[in-house]
């Protein structure tokens, strides 16, 4: 069973930084598409970025140059560095995977079947 369990989040001001973790759990798949979306209040889930272990990593335009998504395989555990953080960073960002993933559609949610229970951040001006 893929269980996916987010930590890391909180409250900064502009300008800041987070790193966000991701511990993963039973993950049988050799190529799979790992990732962050967020969603803000009133907003819709948006892709952050994403790694397909077969072709690499893909970002949302509004997070690159400022967020690095990573993986630590030894601890089963999947990160996201955010620097710069603006305060329309602000929502809850979720972990989550699927065991393959279509060319162009990494960021979209409709290619995850499982997900995070999602962690807060807010960032303020």
């Known amino acids: 069973q893929v269980q996916l369990v987010e930590s890391g989040g909180g409250s900064v001001q502009a300008g800041g930084f987070l790193r966000l973790s991701c511990a993963t759990s039973g993950f049988t798949w050799r190529n799979y598409c790992i990732g962050w979306f967020r969603q803000a209040p009133g907003k819709e889930r948006e892709g952050v970025a994403a790694l397909a272990t077969d072709r690499g990593i893909t970002y949302a335009d509004s997070v690159k140059g400022r967020f690095t998504i990573s993986q630590d395989n030894a601890k089963n555990t999947l990160y996201i560095q955010m620097n710069s953080l603006k305060p329309e960073d602000t929502a809850i960002y979720y972990c989550?995977?699927?065991?393959?993933?279509?060319?162009?559609?990494?960021?979209?949610?409709?290619?995850?079947?499982?997900w995070g229970q999602g962690t807060q951040v807010t960032v303020s001006s």
């Open positions: 989550t995977a699927a065991w393959a993933c279509r060319r162009d559609w990494e960021l979209y949610a409709v290619t995850y079947p499982y």
